[in-house]
């Protein structure tokens, strides 16, 4: 049973920062690309970000490129988002996805597993 729970959501102003975590269970972690995504009301998802299996390739939407980072944990099979200089913009629900074949490259065309994601606000 492959599993990816997030957690780390919650309420911050903008200009603020939160941290994300998604914990990954029952599959060779390792193994597979991770990536976040985020849908926000009335919004069609997007993809935020992607990291390769072995950490040394990331691929960044426009939209967030220099205030998120994405980091892996392969050891703890944790993937964390560090979200910086947060704005309203960034209100959604945010979702980790994994994959073994769909590449960073692509990763907005889909991917294969997916967490229940957990709620971002930015708002003052």
């Known amino acids: 049973q492959l599993q990816l729970v997030e957690s780390g959501g919650g309420f911050v102003q903008p200009g603020g920062s939160l941290r994300l975590s998604c914990v990954a269970s029952?599959?060779?972690?390792?193994?597979?690309?991770i990536a976040w995504f985020r849908q926000a009301p009335g919004k069609e998802r997007e993809g935020v970000v992607c990291?390769?299996?072995?950490?040394?390739?990331?691929n960044y939407a426009a939209s967030v490129k220099g205030r998120f980072t994405i980091s892996r944990d392969n050891a703890k099979n944790t993937v964390n988002l560090q979200m910086n200089s947060l704005k309203p913009e960034d209100t959604a629900i945010y979702y980790c996805?994994?994959?073994?074949?769909?590449?960073?490259?692509?990763?907005?065309?889909?991917?294969?597993?997916w967490g229940k994601g957990t709620l971002v606000t930015v708002s003052s």
């Open positions: 996805a994994a994959s073994r074949y769909r590449a960073c490259e692509s990763y907005q065309l889909g991917m294969d597993y």
């Open positions: 029952g599959f060779l972690f390792n193994y597979y690309n």
């Open positions: 990291i390769s299996m072995s950490g040394g390739y990331t």
